[in-house]
């Protein structure tokens, strides 16, 4: 098993750029989380998705910020336009639920992150 | 929602001794409480998990406790070793996870 893929791992960008990260979760599972990390605010979880409809999107910090999952296999995550204060490590995560709930141990699978910065 | 403080940021031990972590959590209703470990420039990795039906778990020298009574829960590693170096995160769980800040945990040779 490959694990969850994420790309870029680095991205260096300029202040009103567009940025798209992306993320392959872990075949045969059905949902996927998008994460930010920073020193000051820890692991925030900002979009989560199951059988690829958003659930909860309460965690995106502000417009500029959206992610689609178009199909089982992929999702993306797209700031626009991009800011200093969004430098960041961005993780995507997944898992399997069942009916509702996440099975067995509900373990969420992390990728390896990508770490933006925006200058 | 969930709020989940970890104590302390920062640990140092030497190896071989035991290392402790606790967090503590806000919402009664939360039941399931993982633990990640966190290597520099890697995502968190699960190490072990606890539901709340259960009051401890132990895996070789990793081992959890939950006390639901007080809403407080800890990773207990023995005979650190250099490798468990790392950054541990507690989270809990009722829908989504809540994680905590973070211990920098170093253990010296």
């Known amino acids: 098993d490959a694990g969850v893929i994420q790309s870029p791992r680095h991205e260096v960008t300029e202040m009103g750029q567009e940025v798209t990260l992306r993320c392959k979760p872990i075949?045969?599972?059905?949902?996927l989380f998008w994460y930010r990390q920073t020193m000051m605010r820890g692991l925030e979880l900002l979009i989560y998705?199951?059988?690829?409809?958003?659930?909860?999107d309460s965690g995106m910090p502000e417009d500029r910020f959206s992610a689609k999952m178009p199909n089982a296999s992929f999702s993306t995550l797209k700031i626009q336009p991009s800011e200093p204060r969004d430098s960041a490590v961005y993780f995507c995560?997944?898992?399997?639920?069942?009916?509702?709930?996440?099975?067995?141990?509900?373990?969420?699978?992390f990728g390896p992150g990508t770490r933006l910065t925006v200058t | 929602g969930e709020n989940v403080e970890q104590h302390p940021s920062t640990l140092s031990v030497q190896e071989g001794d035991s290392a402790v972590i606790k967090c503590t959590y806000s919402d009664s209703a939360s039941n399931y409480f993982p633990w990640y470990k966190q290597e520099l420039g890697k995502g968190p990795q699960l190490i072990i998990d606890?539901?709340?039906?259960?009051g401890e778990k132990k895996d070789q020298r990793i081992a959890v406790t939950l006390n639901k009574t007080a809403k407080h829960f800890s990773l207990h590693i023995t005979e650190t070793q250099p490798e468990d170096s790392a950054v541990y995160f507690c989270a809990a769980r009722r829908g989504k996870l809540q994680f905590g800040a973070g211990t920098q945990v170093v253990v010296t040779p």
């Open positions: 995560a997944s898992s399997l639920t069942v009916l509702g709930r996440t099975s067995g141990r509900s373990e969420q699978y």
């Open positions: 606890i539901r709340s039906n259960v």
């Open positions: 998705f199951n059988n690829n409809v958003p659930i909860d």
């Open positions: 075949s045969g599972h059905n949902s």
